[in-house]
């Protein structure tokens, strides 16, 4: 059973660089053709998909953060990686990673996010 | 930017039938997928690809796509299914991923 949890600081100054990793255990992260996915949720708030990376690499990111935002694979730490820069309050929220669910062959559904971790709470403030 | 249309609140009795909609001009030829959360829970996916159910969600979950607009609905509301509903899906081009505002089914 694939099962995922993220990790990082709960406190950000602004300005500076909000990074995450998403620590994924039973399974390796390039195994399959999956997406993992990275969403966020400000509190009391919905939801935004931040971005995806899939398993041999390739990023795609959510226009509205480009040029801030990178999603990266540390395959020797079986880990996927979230580096948001100049954060703001405005990037308080919880942050999930998310795998896309298992189809047929090893294949991924996209946009299917089967599998989250629960998620982690990060806030931006001097 | 894309943005996915839904209704902020649906509420119904037990026993009813709920239906949660999703509108978005990009919906005609992307599909929709939706997802439930619980209060301080990490979403769970119930419907993808418009109607289908993964593995371990109920029968009386289902998904439809008409259009523009895509639906939700629980046949026989419980309580328990009380929670904030997302749809979600892409633009045309399937470089905007979004998700819906969100709809919190209530259920008394």
């Known amino acids: 059973q694939v099962h995922l949890q993220e990790s990082g600081p709960g406190l950000v100054r602004p300005s500076q660089t909000l990074s995450l990793s998403c620590s994924v255990s039973g399974d390796s992260i390039t195994s399959g053709n999956y997406y993992w996915s990275w969403i966020r949720q400000p509190a009391g708030k919905g939801l935004e998909w931040i971005g995806r990376?899939?398993?041999?690499?390739?990023?795609n990111y959510n226009p509205s953060l480009r040029g801030r935002v990178s999603i990266s694979l540390d395959t020797s730490k079986n880990q996927i990686s979230l580096n948001l820069g100049s954060v703001t309050a405005a990037d308080t929220a919880v942050y999930y990673c998310a795998r896309d669910l298992s189809g047929g062959l090893g294949i991924g559904i996209e946009d299917a996010f089967e599998i989250w971790g629960q998620g982690t709470m990060v806030t931006v403030s001097s | 930017s894309y943005e996915l249309t839904q209704p902020p609140s649906v509420s119904v009795s037990p026993g009813q039938t709920a239906r949660i909609t999703c509108s978005g001009d990009a919906l005609s030829k992307k599909y929709a997928y939706w997802y439930r959360q619980k209060s301080g829970q990490a979403p769970v996916l119930v419907i993808y690809?418009?109607?289908k159910r993964p593995s371990g969600i109920p029968e009386r979950f289902s998904g439809s796509s008409s259009g523009t607009m895509a639906t939700f609905t629980i046949t026989g509301a419980q309580v328990d299914d009380e929670a904030d509903y997302y749809c979600y899906s892409t633009d045309n081009y399937g470089n905007e991923r979004v998700f819906g505002g969100g709809t919190k089914l209530t259920v008394l």
């Open positions: 690809e418009d109607t």
């Open positions: 990376i899939y398993t041999s690499g390739n990023p």
